[in-house]
T-cell receptor, first 116, second 113 residues
């Protein structure tokens, strides 16, 4: 089954303790992206990757890192989490990134992160 | 890049057609209109997209006006499971030639029994 898999689904941590949220897709997609969702602010893009070893900042990249060493994986790294990073996180992928091409995004089921 | 305007909320009776409007008056000629929905806190789910012709799939129909400045998503026989936030999106271009979807506040659709 074609899917985007995120882990973990729920995570509670403390300030400053490094963590990684994993994301994997099995569709051989070039494009992957991370979003965070906060009440009243909608979904905001954190980072995206257009292919292996190609990543770029989205709208809210501060405090996050990503890597794209393999096509299928796109982990989100919080080196020193803070309470303002408490949020619902979504990973997404699509086949390509070309503008005006009819490419749809596939989303993971989300990771609810709480930083105490 | 085009922005979209949607009503914040709508109600529909179960079994009836739900018609969700969207305005995108600044859309360019080669830009697609996408619809996604998000049920509670699940990941957004793709519904349908189109360029200028009306589109239909197993989930919904998309009607795009001839001038392309607005569109309507139609759920022909709404069920309680269609209660969700529906997002109408015209992708935003990135400098690198990529596109990204900017999710606004969407329309919160409530299907009533």
């Amino acid at each position: 089954e074609a899917q985007v898999t995120q882990n973990p689904r729920y995570l509670i941590t403390v300030t400053g303790k490094k963590l990684t949220v994993t994301c994997s897709q099995n569709m051989n997609h070039e494009y992957m992206s991370w979003y965070r969702q906060d009440p009243g602010l909608g979904l905001r893009q954190i980072y995206y990757s257009m292919n292996v070893e190609v990543t770029d900042k989205g709208d809210v990249p501060e405090g996050y890192k990503v890597s794209r060493k393999e096509k299928r994986n796109f982990p989100l790294i919080l080196e020193s989490p803070s309470p303002n990073q408490t949020s619902l996180y979504f990973c997404a992928s699509s086949r390509t990134t070309v503008r005006s091409t009819n490419e749809k995004l596939f989303f993971g089921s989300g990771t609810q992160l709480s930083v105490l | 890049d085009a922005k979209t305007t949607q009503p914040p909320s709508m109600d529909c009776a179960e079994g009836r057609a739900a018609n969700l409007p969207c305005n995108h008056s600044t859309i360019s000629g080669n830009e697609y209109v996408y619809w996604y929905r998000q049920i509670h806190s699940q990941g957004p789910q793709y519904i349908i997209h189109g360029l200028k012709n009306n589109e239909t799939n197993e989930m919904a129909s998309l009607i795009i006006t001839e001038d392309r400045k607005s569109s309507t998503l139609i759920l022909p026989h709404a069920t309680l499971r269609d209660t969700a936030v529906y997002y109408c999106i015209v992708p935003t271009a990135l400098i690198q030639g990529a596109q990204k979807l900017v999710f606004g506040q969407g329309t919160r659709l409530t299907i009533n029994p």
